[in-house]
């Protein structure tokens, strides 16, 4: 079995920070008012910036690592890590503070999550963490649904834990028409398609068929998935 594991990096990474400049800018709500003619909101004075503020990452593997590079070149970002697999001298070379899962939730001003669903992060995020946040603070999932707890999200962004939050993900896809979040101006949601763009889904494709050829020419992959079982049977 061969896999494609670079293929997507780049595409949800650009998904994530797009996702932190429209929370920060409030681009959801603004381009409500702007089509109803509420053109007061702009005296809210209620977008911020994101230059200078501080980006906690939980999983630091592909994806993650590089939203913080974009980040850090982009918009001058702190960089804050949780990941009990990162080590000193890995966070050091990446120019990223390694913290602790709280400190992480409870200094950045987006959180965003990009961690493996494993029996250890399932429910990563419930309601505990999210009240460590900050109440102007933003979260962001882009992993996987089961990562959070829905219903602890949407009672946070009702109840100001925080001040927004999206999703990539959701634990039932499509979402079923009862999810708080579906409901909620402060979320910002996309169906699971932050991977989908037309060159990534090209490079996929591309990356899977040379693969396939390297097997049928008995050349050895270059992403094998299932490497472990190959060696275990004598394959490789």
Known sequence: MVNTPFANQISVAEHTITFILALAK???????????????????????????????????????????????AAFNMKVLVYDPYLSEDQARQAEV???????????????????????????????????????????INMARGQLWDEKAVANAL???????????????????????LLRLDDSLLSPHMSALTAECV????????????????RRRPQYIANIELLKKYRKL
């Open 202 to 217: 090209v490079r996929m494709a591309t990356g899977a068929a040379q693969g396939v050829i390297d097997v049928l020419q």
């Open 158 to 180: 009702k109840n100001g834990w925080i001040k927004g939050a999206a999703t990539d993900v959701f634990v039932n896809e499509p979402p079923e028409k009862d999810n708080p």
């Open 97 to 139: 503070e390694l913290a602790e899962f709280s400190t992480v939730l409870q200094k950045s001003d987006f959180v965003t999550i990009h961690a493996p669903l494993t029996p250890q992060t399932q429910g990563l995020i419930g309601q505990k963490q999210l009240r460590m946040m900050k109440p102007t603070a933003f979260i």
């Open 26 to 72: 409030r681009l959801k709500p603004m381009d409500k008012a702007a089509r109803t003619g509420y053109f007061t909101i702009r005296e809210e004075f209620s977008s911020m910036d994101v230059d200078g503020k501080t980006l906690g990452i939980l999983g630091f593997g592909k994806i993650g690592s590089t939203v913080a590079t974009k980040c850090k």
